[in-house]
């Protein structure tokens, strides 16, 4: 897995509820995706992020985020974007459960 794609909905959603330039949200509202950048991330043995690690990583911060911002589109009863933001979150953990198949 290179990459995970959102639709147009999604992409609206993360557009509206993102925090700015360091937003995971902002990330995928600006690109349509959600890929390994260009600087590899050390994990907590020392060493270089493998790809899938890297991106397992990446999905878990967008995950948490989307489930953040769906909590808040909630309480303001905006269920479109809450449906949107749900949805970004379940292919997150969908795309982690894929990625790193020892922690599930």
Same mark, same amino acid.
């Given at each position: 897995?290179? +990459? ?25 509202? &600006?690109?349509?995706?959600?890929? #390994?950048?260009?600087? #590899? ?5 020392? !060493? ?8 397992? !990583? ?13 909590? %808040?589109? !909630? ?6 974007? +809450?449906?949107?933001?749900? &949805?970004?979150?379940? %292919?997150? #953990? ?5 990625l790193t198949p020892e922690?599930?």
């Amino acid at each position: 897995m290179e +990459r995970i794609e959102f639709d147009g909905d999604e992409l609206d959603a993360a557009n509206n509820w993102h925090g700015g330039q360091s937003s995971m949200l902002y990330a995928i509202a &600006s690109t349509g995706a959600l890929s #390994r950048g260009t600087i #590899r991330p050390v994990g907590d043995d020392g !060493h270089p992020m493998m790809d899938a690690q890297w991106l397992a !990583h990446l999905a878990e911060r967008l995950e948490g985020e989307a489930s953040d911002a769906a909590d %808040k589109a !909630h309480n303001e009863t905006l269920d479109d974007e +809450r449906d949107a933001l749900e &949805s970004i979150a379940a %292919k997150c #953990r969908a795309a982690i459960a894929v990625l790193t198949p020892e922690a599930v």
